[in-house]
C-alpha cells in the first residue's frame, strides 16, 4: 500500500524558455505534485511532524519556478521532482509542470511534462576511533537520518585500523538507505562528518566519525569526489560483515558477493568482532 500526498494546481511566474521573449517577459506555469509518502505514523500520533508540510513543500517549488530560468521544462520538472525528494520521508515523487501560455502559434488548450523519481538504494559505511566513540557514530547517524531515508542499521562491529599510522580500534557500522542520488548520499556524509568535527589532516588517519558513500542503486562513478562503487570496499571487513547482518544477499557491483568477498578477508586475517553490547538507536 502506498500512501500519497498530493499538491496540484500550484502557479508561478517563471521566466523560462529558448525564445528571448520568453527569457524576457515570463510566463505562469502550474506545477502538480504528488508524493509516495508512509502516512501511518502521521495518521497514529497527528503530529505535523511525523508527515510532508505541504504549506512548506508549496514554497520549495514556488521558489525554484520563480528562481534561475532554465531553457526546457524537462529540466525545471526534474528539478522540482529532486526537491520534493530532498525530505526524507518521501519514497518517491511523481511532478507534472504545465505551460498553458507556450508560444504555439496554433489554438492549444496545455503543454506538459510529467516526471516520476523515486530514491535509490544507497549503503554507507560509518566508523569511529576518537573519543567517545559510539557517541560519534549515533551523533552522524543523527544527520543522516535527518537528510536520507535511512530504512537499516548494522550492528556496531569494533575492528583494527587499516592503513595510516598507528592509532586506535574503530567501532563500524552499516546504513541502508534511499537517497535522491549520488552526489545527496555524499552530502550527507560530509554533513555528518562536519558535524562530529572530522579533521582530513593525515591520510587512513583517526578520525571521529568517517562516512563512506559505498554503492548506490549499483551506478558507477568517475568523479574524484564520489567512486561508486567504493574502490576499496571489497578490502574491507569492516564494511562486509556489518553489510552481511543487513543482507546477506547482497553484492559489491563489479566484486561478487559480499559474503564472498567477507569470508576471503576473514581467511586473510581482518579482525572484526561484532559488539553487541553496543547499539545504535
Not at 161 to 189: F, H, I, K, S
Amino acid at each position: 500500500m502506498v500512501d500519497r500526498i498530493r499538491l496540484q494546481g500550484l502557479r508561478a511566474k517563471g521566466f523560462h524558455g529558448v525564445f528571448p521573449q520568453e527569457r524576457r517577459d515570463g510566463q505562469e506555469f502550474v506545477v502538480d505534485a504528488e508524493l509516495e509518502v508512509d502516512l501511518r505514523r502521521a495518521a497514529s500520533t497527528d503530529r505535523l511532524a511525523e508527515t510532508v508540510d505541504y504549506g512548506v513543500l508549496a514554497q520549495r517549488l514556488h521558489d525554484i519556478v520563480t528562481g534561475e530560468p532554465v531553457d526546457l521544462i524537462e529540466t525545471l520538472t526534474h528539478r522540482l521532482a529532486f526537491a520534493c525528494l530532498q525530505d526524507p520521508r518521501v519514497h518517491a515523487a511523481t511532478v507534472t509542470v504545465h505551460k498553458p501560455q507556450a508560444p504555439i502559434p496554433l489554438p492549444f488548450e496545455n503543454v506538459s511534462v510529467t516526471l516520476r523519481r523515486a530514491r535509490k538504494a544507497a549503503v554507507l559505511s560509518l566508523g569511529s576511533n576518537l573519543g567517545d566513540r559510539l557517541a560519534h557514530l549515533t551523533a552522524g547517524l543523527a544527520v543522516l537520518r535527518s537528510r536520507l531515508a535511512v530504512h537499516a542499521v548494522s550492528p556496531v562491529y569494533e575492528t583494527a585500523p587499516v592503513g595510516g599510522p598507528e592509532q586506535g580500534p574503530y567501532l563500524n557500522a552499516v546504513v541502508l538507505a534511499g537517497v535522491p542520488d549520488g552526489p545527496a548520499a555524499l552530502a550527507a556524509a560530509h554533513a555528518a562528518e562536519q558535524a562530529e568535527g572530522r579533521e582530513r589532516l593525515v591520510r587512513f588517519g583517526p578520525r571521529t566519525l568517517d562516512v563512506d558513500v559505498i554503492t548506490v542503486a549499483g551506478e558507477r562513478s568517475d568523479e574524484p569526489d564520489l567512486l561508486l562503487p567504493h574502490p576499496r570496499a571489497h578490502e574491507r571487513a569492516f564494511v562486509l560483515a556489518p553489510w552481511r547482518d543487513l543482507d546477506p544477499g547482497a553484492v559489491l557491483p563489479g566484486r561478487g558477493a559480499i559474503a564472498v568477498l567477507l569470508r576471503d578477508r576473514l581467511q586473510a586475517g581482518d579482525q572484526v568482532t561484532r559488539r553487541d553490547d553496543l547499539v545504535l538507536r
